[in-house]
């Protein structure tokens, strides 16, 4: 009698953290743009979106906010992050999509925060003629902040490297070009560009 009962609380124990487990697994929120689409890890709203550009969701709960975006030649744009000191991208392949993976630190411009640290992560996707950008700025006050975060740390494994397995890229008219959201010609963006090399 005394093992049917250990026996039974144990399944049910058992059920019980497996129901949990599958209720906090399933929130997420889907997300439709022009030229991408997937699912976010937690509720996330949409705070901006520029149709056919950029789009931008903050989740509250998780202090993190993704801005996505699309334009000719993400190359030349990580390459004048490298000059800022972004630099030695992590390379996966996700859902068929290959990105590398920047990691970052930055210094919020608020006080008021209880940390001097916010991360950034830049995922980036470049093909023939449209790249795509995945922005993961995790806010100073986050839960999820921490010193040397990379594609082992808890944060990237609990909510970038599900967005990426659920991302699809999708090829559209109108990419936005690089110099143009630069306010640049084409000749004074690759002068930038020499001047950096």
Excluded at 31 to 38: H, I, N, R, S, V
Excluded at 131 to 136: A, F, S, T
Excluded at 156 to 174: A, D, M, Q, R, W
Aim: hydrophobic share 35%; with cysteine.
């Amino acid at each position: 009698m005394f093992n049917k009962r250990v026996y039974l609380a144990l399944t049910m124990m058992i059920g019980l953290i497996l129901i949990v487990s599958a209720a906090a697994a399933a929130e997420t929120t889907k997300f439709k743009a022009d030229f991408m689409e997937g699912s976010f890890v937690g509720d996330v709203d949409l705070e901006y979106n520029e149709k056919g550009k950029m789009s931008s969701y903050v989740d509250d709960k998780n202090g993190i906010t993704y801005n996505i975006s699309t334009v000719d030649d993400t190359d030349s744009l990580m390459k004048i992050y490298k000059s800022q000191g972004v630099s030695n991208p992590t390379k996966v392949t996700l859902n068929g999509n290959d990105w590398k993976i920047y990691f970052a630190d930055a210094v919020p411009d608020t006080s008021n925060k209880k940390s001097d640290l916010m991360n950034i992560i830049i995922c980036q996707s470049q093909g023939k003629k449209q790249g795509y950008l995945i922005y993961v700025i995790i806010d100073s006050d986050s839960n999820n902040v921490g010193p040397g975060i990379d594609t082992n740390s808890e944060t990237y494994l609990k909510f970038v490297e599900p967005l990426l397995k659920s991302i699809t890229l999708k090829k559209t008219n109108n990419i936005p070009k690089i110099n143009e959201e630069f306010g640049l010609s084409e000749e004074e963006f690759q002068n930038h560009l020499d001047q950096l090399d």
